[in-house]
Nanobody
Framework: VQLQASGGGLVQAGGSLRLSCAAS????????MGWFRQTPGKEREFVAS????????YFADSVEGRFSISRDNAKNTVYLQMYGLKPEDTAVYYC????????????WGQGTQVTVSS
């Protein structure tokens, strides 16, 4: 599956952004979807995930209560809505796809930069 992330940008602390990730190439609803982020010199970290039905969501402690994740299987798109952004949320955000029943995220988008100014 091919993934295309978009929606990043520059925002002031306390602001909001919505990231989108459009999928193509395979049956989107066969995949759980995740968002990860990475800053220079650090390992990529998990942000949020959503099951293939959209019925289960998981969040990193650092974003719990501020971020939400959703998906529209008819549009082959997953979203990450971010509220109350903090400078420490600054990172490149990646969407990823995990085949249902498998452990690894095997497909990754190209990343979209989110910069939060203080």
């Amino acid at each position: 599956v091919q993934l295309q992330a978009s929606g990043g940008g520059l925002v002031q602390a306390g602001g909001s952004l919505r990231l989108s990730c459009a999928a193509s190439g395979r049956t989107f609803s066969n995949y759980n979807m995740g968002w990860f982020r990475q800053t220079p010199g650090k390992e990529r970290e998990f942000v949020a995930s959503i099951s293939w039905t959209g019925g289960r969501t998981y969040f990193a402690d650092s974003v719990e209560g501020r971020f939400s994740i959703s998906r529209d299987n008819a549009k082959n798109t997953v979203y990450l809505q971010m509220y109350g952004l903090k400078p420490e949320d600054t990172a490149v955000y990646y969407c990823a796809a995990q085949r249902v029943g498998f452990h690894e995220y095997n497909f990754w988008g190209q990343g979209t930069q989110v910069t939060v100014s203080s």
